[in-house]
């Protein structure tokens, strides 16, 4: 009954406090065919003209929402609103101190199911504008893999390492993933190749691309950058540096969707959704049918349907100039965290900073720095399954930062959800209290409506029984008074008085018994007493 109850309150607010936005798909996906950029590295600026922006209605000229957001949308008469939001860093996490000298620059952070932390680094490599030809060729095939093991778990409380391997295999490493299976993908740009590893490690499932061979068919990458999985196993390559593409695969590997190109432009203009600069980083939000891209240079985030690549919305405040990585969280209904980084061709007073977005208004609700007012060279970003805490990694030795949401957040947000695979009744019955916390219409009316339920069905339990009582008596009593006239060998109808109505035999008979006499189980009158002994002991033989 509770749980029957809870439902139809779920139901019930379902229709009357949830709002759906639509936005209209781009009918026409861009060519694949890319212009290559020739890039010297992931961190510095890129080496051509760089392109100016202007901020338009983009659901003028695509058919979309507006989904951007200006700094003119911000309220900078109430600096609190940055701090709706609020993440600190983790006194418990041991930055600055490094956490040994084999680990070079951290260029890729992800965060297993488990919640343990994978970081993705380059030992004594770095990328300068040397490491690779102008056709996008790595110049220092020559020095070997790295030597070090570049794929490190740390332990989420207190950033200890747990696990070390991935020796003697990759030349410079970019992007990791860590999937609900606790499959490892990882990216090198050097090789231009995306590999499986399964969760023991060192055990190689899949390998995509040509070692050494930057392309732009579907077999090939050239500097891929990231991974993203859905949890029934499609993934999303973000192909990367020259092609500015993103590729979707089946589980098994076969290409289903491309979309995307370079974008080489100068002058002032909006750069259309399917023209990318440097896609980045990836993230999913399966709960929204999403896949979204750190748009670097384009300083923007676009979101993609994840059936079609169709073209969904963009984010674009001023406040990003470089954006280095994009994650998401379900928590409160929907969070993008975004990495962003200073333009050092601008003279801005915005941090090199984090920022959190609301995923259903687009707004920019929070963000987070370290303790020394900015990040160094921030390249990739990671959120906690349960979404409680981010980590960040720089391209510096050894750098990766764990912060924390405040503790009044999480008691705001965490405890709200439900897991719709695994309801039991108390957690249906603690949802239905925080939807009718929600939904004012339905909490004022509740309590009214579940009392009327409860009062009709006891009137009608009350005539039911009573319908029943009176059909059994009738019964009974029409069974003896047959049983009487057949002992007599005759059939008659049988007629009562109307003062006589129906009685339990002679329980209700003012005549005294004697002894234990047989109660009589036949309606007889005062005055035939006499003349009905004889009948009585027929009866009851």
Known sequence: MSVAVALTALVACGSCCMSTATAASVSDQASSDSDYLSLATDDLQPQQISVQLQQTDLGQLYGQNQMGHTQDNIDNSNFDFFHQFHLHESSEWPFPQQIDNRIGQISGVSISKDNFVYIFHRGDREWNQTTFSENNVYREKHKGPISEQVVVVLDPKNGSVIKRWGSHRFYMPHGITVDHENNVWLTDVALHQVFKFGPNSEDLLMTFGTAFEPGKDLDKFCKPTSVAVTTSGEFYVADGYCNSRIIKFSAEGRVLLEWGRSTIVTGEMVVPPYQLWIPHALTLAEDKELICVADRENSRVLCFNTNNGTFNFEIN???????????????????????????????????????????????????????????????????????????????????????????????????????????????????????????????????????????????????????????????????????????????????????????????????????????????????????DDDNDLNVRA
């Not at 007599?488 to 008979?509: E, H, K, M, V, Y």
């Open 317 to 531: 405040p001023q406040l990003f100039q470089r954006l280095f990585s994009v994650a998401y969280s379900p928590m409160a209904g929907g969070l993008f965290y975004v990495l962003n980084d200073k333009n050092m061709d601008v003279i801005t007073e915005t941090l090199a900073q984090g920022i959190v977005i609301n995923a259903t208004s687009l707004e920019v609700i929070g963000q987070f720095h370290p303790r020394d007012n900015e990040f160094s060279r921030p390249h990739d970003m990671a959120v906690s399954p349960d979404g409680t805490s981010v980590y960040v990694v720089e391209l510096i030795r050894s750098h990766i930062r764990k912060f924390v949401l405040d503790s009044d957040i999480q008691n705001k947000f965490l405890n709200k959800s439900v897991d719709a695979l695994n309801v039991s009744e108390q957690e249906l019955m603690l949802n239905k209290y925080n939807v009718l916390e929600n939904c004012p219409g339905l909490r004022e009316n509740s309590g009214k409506q579940i009392l009327l339920i409860m009062l009709i069905i006891a009137v009608g339990l009350f005539f039911t029984a009573a319908i029943f009582v009176t059909v059994l008596i009738y019964t009974r009593t029409k069974s003896i008074a047959h049983r009487k006239d057949a002992a007599f060998s005759r059939w008659q109808p049988r007629t009562l008085n109307t003062a006589d109505g129906f009685t339990l035999g002679n329980i209700f008979n003012k005549k005294q018994r004697a002894g234990f006499e047989k109660l009589a189980t036949v309606e007889v009158s005062e005055d035939d007493d006499d003349d």
